[in-house]
């Protein structure tokens, strides 16, 4: 079975340009969170996606953004981008059905904002 | 305010031995919690679930053990190898499919 897989795995944008990250989950699997790792802050929930419907969000500010395809498959956007915005972006899977259940992550989106 | 606990400090342990790492919280009422391995540059990997009305799990030579009493979930690495070397990370049920991550402690075993 195929992983979750996130593209691209780096980029490097200017300030106020804009982002935008793909996710596949794992095949079957009907849920996406996102989430924001930095050394600081360590990782933080973003948003969670069912079935194209967004069920969870975080404390971020509007910038952020995200949205899941009849696929399962999400992207998640940043507008306007700041240099505090510079993480690695992490997407997890999981079947969806349940709560108490193990969230398959990918290997991150690497974004730097110069 | 809400707060999830786990020590900054890397834990350096010889070959062998038994590593064991604690995540606390503060007001937080999981339903479960789960410890996550990552590696650098890579995605968190799940290790092992326990719900709040289990006292410990075991995996091959992992063990958590989860004390709702005391907000906190001890995690024992036993016989540890230098391939355990990797920060691990708690993280907390906290609403429907959404988890709440400490920010890790860093093992590194030394052969």
């Known amino acids: 079975k195929a992983g979750v897989t996130q593209t691209p795995r780096y980029l490097i944008k200017t300030r106020g340009q804009q982002v935008t990250l793909s996710c596949s989950p794992i095949?079957?699997?009907?849920?996406v969170s996102w989430y924001q790792q930095t050394p600081g802050q360590g990782l933080q929930f973003l948003f969670e996606?069912?079935?194209?419907?967004?069920?969870n969000k975080g404390n971020f500010p509007g910038r952020f953004s995200g949205r899941q395809f009849s696929n399962s498959r999400s992207e998640m956007n940043v507008s306007t981008l700041e240099l505090g915005d510079s993480a690695l972006y992490l997407c997890?899977?999981?079947?969806?059905?349940?709560?108490?259940?193990?969230?398959?992550f990918g290997q991150g989106t690497r974004l730097t904002v110069v | 305010s809400q707060k999830i606990e786990q020590n900054s400090e890397a834990l350096n342990i010889q070959e062998g031995k038994t590593a064991t790492l604690t995540c606390n919280y503060t007001?937080?009422?999981?339903?479960?919690l789960q410890w996550y391995r990552q590696d650098p540059g890579r995605g968190p990997v799940f290790l092992l679930l326990?719900?709040?009305?289990?006292k410990e799990k075991r995996k091959e030579r992992l063990k958590v053990t989860f004390d709702t009493t005391l907000k906190q979930s001890l995690f024992h690495i036993t016989a540890s190898q230098p391939a355990d070397s990797a920060t691990y990370l708690c993280?907390?049920?906290?609403?429907?499919?959404?988890?709440?991550f400490g920010k890790g402690n860093q093992v590194v075993v030394i052969p």
């Open positions: 326990i719900r709040e009305n289990e």
């Open positions: 007001n937080y009422s999981p339903a479960y």
């Open positions: 993280a907390l049920e906290h609403g429907n499919n959404r988890l709440a």
């Open positions: 095949s079957g699997h009907r849920s």
């Open positions: 996606y069912f079935s194209e419907t967004q069920r």
């Open positions: 997890a899977s999981s079947p969806g059905q349940g709560t108490n259940t193990e969230a398959f």
